[in-house]
């Protein structure tokens, strides 16, 4: 069964493009997370959300946009991609309750812009 | 400023040592600190939490210890196995503050 997906797990684009990155989560968490992993494999943490409400917002460009239709999912839609914007992106869950707030992950994706 | 810093030098060991990963962090305090692995190409997978009141915490063949004073965290795997290759990530969060700080993890090879 899997806990975190994402869908597309690779993404290749051109500059300038729009693109959306879909991630689902069937453990019943209420927090999702959308985190960037760059070349030097640094987690950026860019969102949060709890129950549908932004709990996180990091300083990301406004070109990105995250919306949470519900609690079991969690979208990244990106504007006028550049190629600064290549990087994995993981999408990640927990509970806001939890001891520590660990986290699941998705496997990822690897959007490359051209 | 506040970081977190691990072994930036990849870590080679022979199967069945005991493999050393350290994360230390300046001007935080940690309620709580995480240890995570990534394999190539996945996602990180929780290992273990451990409490800023906890010395030590251990699970099958691993340990994680936290010295708040030392404001360090040390994770150990015993028995080492080529299968544990991957880098591990510590993770921390702060008092009530909703998010994780990651460090940059550290690679270890387990060679056979």
């Known amino acids: 069964d899997t806990a975190v997906s994402q869908t597309p797990k690779y993404l290749v684009t051109q500059m300038g493009n729009d693109k959306s990155i879909k991630c689902e989560q069937n453990?019943?968490?209420?927090?999702m997370y959308w985190y960037k992993q760059d070349s030097k494999k640094f987690l950026k943490i860019m969102f949060s959300?709890?129950?549908?409400?932004?709990?996180i917002n990091e300083t990301v460009p406004n070109r990105f946009s995250p919306k949470s239709p519900d609690k079991a999912h969690l979208n990244l839609h990106i504007n006028s991609l550049e190629l600064g914007d290549s990087a994995v992106y993981f999408c990640a869950s927990s509970h806001m309750t939890g001891v520590g707030y660990e986290q699941y992950f998705g496997p990822g994706t690897r959007l490359t812009v051209t | 400023s506040q970081k977190i810093e691990q072994n930036s030098e990849a870590l080679n060991i022979q199967e069945g040592k005991t493999a050393t990963l350290t994360c230390n962090y300046t001007?935080?305090?940690?309620?709580?600190l995480q240890w995570y692995r990534q394999d190539p190409g996945r996602g990180p997978v929780f290992l273990l939490l451990?409490?800023?009141n906890e010395k030590e915490k251990r699970k099958e063949r691993l340990k994680v210890t936290f010295d708040t004073t030392l404001k360090q965290s040390l994770f150990h795997i015993t028995a080492s196995q080529p299968a544990d290759s991957a880098t591990y990530l510590c993770?921390?969060?702060?008092?009530?503050?909703?998010?994780?700080?990651w460090g940059l993890g550290t690679s270890l090879a387990v060679n056979p």
């Open positions: 959300y709890n129950n549908k409400e932004l709990i």
């Open positions: 451990i409490r800023e």
């Open positions: 001007n935080y305090s940690p309620a709580y």
């Open positions: 993770a921390l969060r702060a008092g009530n503050n909703r998010k994780l700080i």
């Open positions: 453990l019943g968490h209420d927090t």
